[in-house]
């Protein structure tokens, strides 16, 4: 990947043997980079930033992969499969293309999909203090868990307005990048059409308050 990439790793960690009160952890591999933004005034934070703004996703359209995933391990309460195989390629295509729209301004919005897949990333992007919520189609027709929180790699989420929207276009075009829009920002509520219906005020209540009722505080 580095090689791939040209990107260097400066640090990191791997601890295979972690224990506390007789009880171990999985082993955690940990990879320190650092990057630059030039100039930082470009660089965008996870949320929504207004009504009415197209939300999209830049590569496939569609999730699959759930070995080891974090929809596996809480929901299911298992570790097992191994993470989706990278395309090194795909990957640089899609961040190639999102570094394009950051910095040309065509974007107000960028958020992986990791840990959690789609379902994840508009959760994060609505709970924002000053974010709106979002109306969107659950793009392909395969398992609906996969759709929802398929952790496959080369898949950034982005949203921007509508005067934008021939430019974004244009440029995933130009790149190879598959571009489908998902719907719209706005309203007080995450609305995934056909599978959930959710207010904010539930959302953040429960990404506030979550770290403490994880440990029993």
Same mark, same amino acid.
């Given at each position: 990947?580095?090689?791939?990439?040209?990107?260097?790793?400066?640090?990191?960690?791997?601890?295979l043997y972690n224990e506390t009160d007789g009880k171990a952890i999985?082993?955690?591999?940990?990879?320190?980079?650092?990057?630059?933004?030039?100039?930082?005034?470009?660089?965008?934070?996870?949320?929504?930033?207004?009504?009415?703004?197209?939300?999209?996703?830049?590569? $496939? %359209? +569609?999730?699959?992969?759930?070995?080891?995933? =974090?929809?596996? *391990? /809480?929901?299911?309460?298992?570790? #097992? &499969?191994?993470?989706?195989?990278?395309?090194?390629?795909?990957?640089?295509?899609?961040?190639?293309?999102?570094?394009?729209?950051?910095?040309?301004?065509?974007?107000?919005?960028?958020?992986?999909?990791?840990?959690?897949?789609?379902?994840?990333?508009?959760?994060?992007?609505?709970?924002?203090?000053?974010?709106?919520?979002?109306?969107v189609t659950l793009p392909g027709s395969g398992r609906l868990d996969?759709?929802?929180?398929?952790?496959?790699?080369?898949?950034?989420?982005?949203?921007?307005?509508?005067?934008? $929207? %021939? +430019?974004?276009?244009?440029?995933?075009?130009? =790149?190879?990048? *598959? /571009?489908?829009?998902?719907?719209? #920002? &706005?309203?007080?509520?995450?609305?995934?059409?056909?599978?959930?219906?959710?207010?904010?005020?539930?959302?953040?209540?429960?990404?506030?308050?979550?770290?403490?009722?994880?440990?029993?505080?």
């Open positions: 990947a580095c090689r791939a990439f040209s990107t260097p790793v400066i640090s990191g960690n791997v601890s999985n082993p955690t591999p940990t990879i320190g980079m650092v990057g630059l933004i030039e100039p930082a005034e470009l660089a965008l934070g996870g949320g929504f930033k207004g009504d009415g703004h197209t939300i999209a996703l830049l590569g $496939a %359209a +569609e999730g699959t992969h759930l070995g080891g995933s =974090a929809y596996l *391990a /809480l929901e299911k309460g298992l570790v #097992t &499969g191994r993470p989706p195989k990278p395309d090194f390629e795909a990957e640089k295509k899609v961040q190639g293309a999102v570094r394009h729209l950051v910095r040309s301004q065509a974007i107000t919005t960028a958020h992986d999909l990791s840990d959690g897949g789609l379902a994840l990333a508009l959760a994060e992007c609505s709970t924002g203090e000053d974010s709106p919520g979002c109306t996969q759709r929802l929180f398929g952790e496959d790699g080369a898949r950034i989420l982005v949203a921007y307005t509508a005067d934008k $929207a %021939a +430019e974004v276009r244009s440029h995933a075009e130009a =790149a190879g990048v *598959a /571009l489908t829009e998902l719907g719209k #920002t &706005g309203g007080n509520k995450l609305c995934i059409e056909g599978v959930l219906d959710v207010d904010l005020t539930t959302m953040r209540t429960a990404w506030n308050n979550g770290f403490e009722e994880g440990v029993g505080l």
